[in-house]
C-alpha cells in the first residue's frame, strides 16, 4: 500500500524518481531501526519491544495524515 501511495501522490513527472527515493529511504531506515528494536528487546523485553514500535506506528500515522491533508487542501 505504501508504494500504490507514493504512485498516487508523486507528480507524474517524477514517479520514478519518487519511487526511487521511497525505496532508498525504507532500505536506509530498516538498519538502525532493527538494531534499536533488538536492543530494546534484549534490555527492556519482548513487549517494550512492542509497545515502542507500536507508538511509533501511531505517531507516523498521525504524521502522515497531516501532510496528506496539507497536500489535498493546496
Partial sequence: MEKA???DVAPQDLKGTMM????MVTGVGLLP???ITGFVWERFGAAASFYMNGAL???AAL???FFLR????Q
Wanted: charged share 10%; proline share 0%.
Fill in 5 to 7: 501511495l507514493v504512485a
Fill in 57 to 59: 506506528a501511531i505517531a
Fill in 20 to 23: 526511487g527515493m521511497y525505496s
Fill in 63 to 65: 504524521l502522515l495524515s
Fill in 33 to 35: 531501526a532493527s538494531l
Fill in 70 to 73: 496539507k497536500q489535498v487542501e
